[in-house]
């Protein structure tokens, strides 16, 4: 059974989405990419290095969070 979140930590998540997608969108301008699950691979793939996470984020669910499903042939 998962221990429920308390509002700080729903606080906390909802913080470290919007910088992702802050920072996605940031990504997306300066590299003239289209907005898409690839796009989403490529800067998961750039922030997240050797099993690192990304603000509490693994590669998946920052790709899921940004482009809301998996690129083609991800798994």
Known sequence: MSKKKSDNEKYIEIIRQNQAKE?????LDEENRPR?????HLFAL???GGGFEYLGM???QLI???AGKLPYMYD
Do not use: G, H, T, V
Request: hydrophobic residues 45%; charged residues 30%.
């Open 36 to 40: 898409d699950a690839n796009s989403a």
């Open 23 to 27: 920072a996605y969108a940031k990504f």
């Open 46 to 48: 750039k922030k997240i």
């Open 64 to 66: 899921i969070l940004l």
């Open 58 to 60: 693994n590669e998946r």
